[in-house]
């Protein structure tokens, strides 16, 4: 077994970065499932959004060409666009959050679904939806929690590892050549300078202001921004908390966002149904992404060998330290 795992860990750090793909079902079709029948030919749409918010997610050995989470959700805003039958979307959130512009394109387009088809959409939080997931529940609706969520994190941190002092060990010196100071700002080959730093930090507090902007614009009916400025200093809200500083709108379950999303569409009642690859036969309103194929875990493994990129992010990692 273990020979197994080693072989499997193997092909995963070799095609993590690369655009290799194979497709072991045949051609690929991505298709309508229905979680929830019913008799009603109208429909609500379930988008799922979890793990890291990034563009760097390739297709590899067992995935699906699906794409990154922006083309995921853009083509599945698409379908219901195309489609007069959907008459809401959920947005189901379980994320950390992840990059700025990442985070940023996802709710731009939430918001010009909404302004092209004045469908309703209604943000759902599982476990976890913190900085850059709050980012994009601020662009629905409504949003509901669940009662163990955890929300908040409103804020920008920028990531620059240095590893001068493990080159330093395994005696590797690095010899750059600049057209100026300023060019090899946060490189990871020595240590960051003053002027550096304040140049950074200016680019964080930019996209803070922006996020606070964001939050404002969505949620302005239920907050002020001078209130919303006391509680966004990036610590992390429970569901109560979240709901009592006016963060979210509700706390409750599938069931509550389906009640919602049917309120907001003038329906009785509607199918829930979503797009995947190869739909299981047994497909259900808490299957985790839709997930067609066992991946066997490949894509935290890959997590966990890849390190974060410098650069900067809506995110909640409390596990970096200063």
Known sequence: MSKIFGIILIILVLTAGCHFHMDLLGKEKIEEVTFEKSKAKEKILLIDIDGMIATTTNPSLLRTKDGNVISRVYYRLQKATEDPRIRAVIIRLD?????????????????????????????LMMGLATSGGYYIASACDHIIAHPSTITGSIGVISVFPNIESLFGKIGVEMNVITSG???????????????????????????????????????????????LQKIADGRVYTAQQALEFKLIDEIGYIDSAIDKALALSDLSEAKIVGFTYYPKSKTNLYATQLQEFPTLGNEDLQEMLQTLKSGFYYLWIPQIGR
């Open 95 to 123: 994320t950390p959050g992840g990059e700025v512009t990442t985070s940023d394109i996802i709710h731009n387009e939430i918001l010009r679904f909404k302004a092209e088809t004045e469908i309703p959409v209604v943000a």
């Open 181 to 227: 100071d300023m060019k090899d700002s946060g490189s990871p080959f020595r240590e960051m300078k003053s002027e550096e730093k304040e140049v950074f930090q200016t680019i964080v507090d930019t996209f803070y202001q922006k996020f606070l902007q964001v939050v404002y614009e969505g949620r302005k009916e239920q907050i002020s921004m001078e209130k």
